[in-house]
């Protein structure tokens, strides 16, 4: 399992500017670290993690955290499934935040965030991605229109690529074979 330098998480965060009552997506779970983060910001968080006995190593964490009294993780409802898709039943979303470096910006992902949402993901080829702030702005006509800056004014970052389920194989790096929970 990694983790995120704590520096990262906290500049995607801010950049994301989540306030109490949005719906924040995260894509990428991992260890909790950063939907944690999330729920000390906003009661409405959704966590994909495609890994699913770190899914469910996460889960029992929450839950082992909210029996001792810790009651902002009950805000975070997490699921076992590709991140790639979001989460269309949960949609719209104010807030999208992604863990892992793909090499494009998903498609549903953005037809999943509410016109005027944030999304944060790191973009680009291995070990060499962009931080990028992207934002869906609708105009007084409706129409809708995609801006995108780099958090980091093109400084680059470093995160696990995005992994891909095909059938119940996951394809990319790392693999569940590579999980020893």
Same mark, same amino acid.
């Given at each position: 399992?990694?983790?995120?330098?704590?520096?990262?998480?906290?500049?995607?965060?801010?950049?994301?500017?989540?306030?109490?009552?949005?719906?924040?997506?995260?894509? *990428?779970?991992?260890?909790?670290?950063?939907?944690?983060? !999330?729920?000390?910001?906003?009661?409405?968080?959704?966590?994909?993690?495609?890994?699913?006995?770190?899914?469910?190593?996460?889960?029992?964490?929450?839950?082992?955290?909210?029996?001792? *009294?810790?009651?902002?993780?009950?805000?975070?409802?997490?699921?076992?499934?590709? *991140?790639?898709?979001?989460?269309?039943?949960?949609?719209?979303?104010?807030?999208? @935040?992604?863990?892992?470096?793909?090499?494009?910006? #998903?498609? #549903?992902?953005?037809?999943?965030?509410?016109?005027?949402? @944030?999304?944060?993901?790191?973009?680009?080829?291995?070990?060499?991605?962009?931080?990028?702030?992207?934002?869906?702005?609708?105009?007084?006509?409706?129409?809708?229109?995609?801006?995108?800056?780099?958090?980091?004014?093109?400084?680059?970052?470093?995160?696990?690529?995005?992994?891909? !389920?095909?059938?119940?194989?996951?394809? *990319?790096?790392?693999?569940?074979?590579?999980?020893? !929970?």
């Amino acid at each position: 399992m990694t983790i995120s330098d704590p520096h990262i998480v906290a500049r995607m965060t801010s950049a994301l500017n989540v306030a109490r009552g949005d719906r924040a997506l995260e894509v *990428g779970t991992g260890s909790g670290y950063q939907s944690a983060y !999330l729920a000390n910001l906003t009661d409405k968080v959704w966590s994909i993690e495609i890994i699913k006995p770190l899914a469910e190593r996460t889960r029992r964490l929450y839950d082992s955290l909210i029996e001792r *009294g810790y009651d902002e993780y009950k805000s975070i409802t997490t699921r076992h499934a590709d *991140g790639y898709y979001g989460w269309e039943q949960e949609a719209p979303f104010d807030k999208v @935040i992604v863990t892992c470096a793909i090499d494009h910006i #998903p498609p #549903p992902l953005l037809q999943q965030m509410k016109p005027n949402g @944030i999304m944060v993901i790191p973009v680009g080829p291995p070990g060499a991605q962009h931080a990028l702030k992207v934002t869906k702005q609708q105009a007084a006509d409706g129409s809708i229109s995609i801006a995108r800056s780099d958090i980091y004014h093109g400084g680059r970052v470093s995160f696990v690529p995005f992994t891909r !389920l095909e059938g119940d194989l996951i394809k *990319g790096t790392p693999s569940a074979s590579d999980w020893r !929970l």
